[in-house]
Structures are given as C-alpha cells and as structure tokens.
C-alpha cells in the first residue's frame, strides 16, 4: 500500500537553529498538508499545498515557517529560527481529493 | 472560530462491550466528517468517514451523523483491547479550501480483557 514517507523520525535542535522537516507524498496526490501535535494537544492544521502554492494557511502559520516542493516527490517545511514551543510532532498528509488523508509517521521534533 | 469537541475521557469498557464515542462541531455548513483512531506516538489512521445524515456501517464500526444537533458518534461494537487509542473526530469545515480538516482533542478509549 502506498505510504508517505517522513524524515527524520525525530529531531533535536537548539533555540534559533532552522530544521527542515522532509516528506514524500503519494505519487499521483494532489493535496498535501503540514499538521502538527503539540504532546496531550489535538492535532492542528498548520498549511495546505495544492498545483505548487499555498492555498490555505493557518494563525501558527507565520513568517517563521514556509514550504517548498523542490522536486516532482519532496515536500518540506523549513522552520527557521525554532522556538521552545514549538517541539511537537510533525504530520506531513496527501489526498488524490477529498478528505480521506493519508498521514506519514511524523517527525517529533524537540527544540532545547 | 470554528471548534470540534469531544470529550477527553478516558472511557473504559470491558473486552466486548459497545464503546460510544461523541463529538459535536460548531460550523453548522460542515459538510464532511470524520473518524480517526490515534495509537500513543503514530499519527492518525481514518476508521469512518460520513457525510449524510443517518447511520453508516462498517464492520463493528458505526457512525452516525445529526447535522441538525451538530453531532456525530462512532459506535464500536465487540471492543476489543487492540481497540485501546485516542479516537479523533474531525471535520472539514465550510469556506475552507482544498479538504483542510479541524480536529477534535480527542477520546481515550480502553478496553480492558
């Protein structure tokens, strides 16, 4: 079955440092979305990516974060200067169209 | 702002007992919704999806949908202890674009043997 690939499955960064958290969606999806999980939180939409652009983005959003896909298969969020909070998990989705997401593995990231 | 609500738990039931899960939402134009079930660490995994009023079956899962009380419930029949995770309610809310969802906190669920 066809999956969405996550890396790294879990990173450390200092304060201030920028990650770059990569995924590989479906090949033939459409829609691709960044989610996070801050730990005992529910899960929040961060950003949705559609035909190489931005088409929603949300209030967590700001001008720390942005995303790119590189490539025909890659699709990234860079976070550039990290704050304390925001260690989370980090949930990379894709939809041919429709709701019926599938999610990767996430990445937990932790910021010290 | 357009919330999703459940109750956190946790609920505990016995190995094959009926768990009820509830979730009730605030965009009354809500059109999609959605049934996650969440293992400690992993990320979601979709159970149900419904969009009509009414029931829909699948297995020894149930949802079931009142738009016009702004509630939706997942049913689970025979629990069994693999059925122990945090299910997530979610909802595709109206004026978003592109199939963005809102989720619920979350219910806990543990069926004890």
């Known amino acids: 079955e066809p999956e969405v690939t996550q890396t790294p499955s879990h990173q450390v960064t200092q304060m201030g440092q920028e990650v770059i958290l990569r995924c590989v969606p479906i090949s033939n999806h459409l829609y691709f979305y960044w989610y996070r999980q801050i730990l005992g939180q529910k899960v929040e939409f961060l950003v949705s990516?559609?035909?190489?652009?931005?088409?929603?983005k949300s209030e967590i959003f700001d001008d720390q974060f942005s995303v790119e896909r590189p490539d025909g298969s890659n699709f990234t969020l860079k976070i550039r200067s990290t704050k304390l909070e925001d260690s989370a998990m980090y949930f990379c989705?894709?939809?041919?169209?429709?709701?019926?997401?599938?999610f990767g593995s996430g990445t937990r990231l932790t910021v010290v | 702002q357009k919330e999703v609500e459940q109750n956190s738990g946790p609920l505990s039931v016995p190995e094959g007992a009926i768990a009820s899960l509830n979730c009730t939402y605030s965009d009354r134009g809500s059109q999609s919704f959605f049934w996650y079930r969440q293992y400690s660490g992993k990320s979601p995994e979709l159970i149900m999806s419904i969009y009509s009023n009414g029931d829909k079956e699948d297995g020894r899962f149930t949802a079931q949908l009142n738009k016009a009380s702004q509630y939706v419930s997942l049913l689970i029949r025979d629990s069994q202890p693999s059925d122990s995770a945090t299910y997530l309610c979610?909802?595709?809310?109206?004026?978003?674009?592109?199939?963005?969802?809102?989720f619920g906190k979350g219910t806990l669920l543990t069926v004890n043997p």
């Open positions: 990516f559609y035909n190489n652009e931005i088409s929603e």
């Open positions: 979610a909802v595709n809310p109206s004026g978003g674009s592109n199939y963005k969802l809102t």
């Open positions: 989705a894709s939809t041919p169209g429709g709701s019926f997401y599938t």
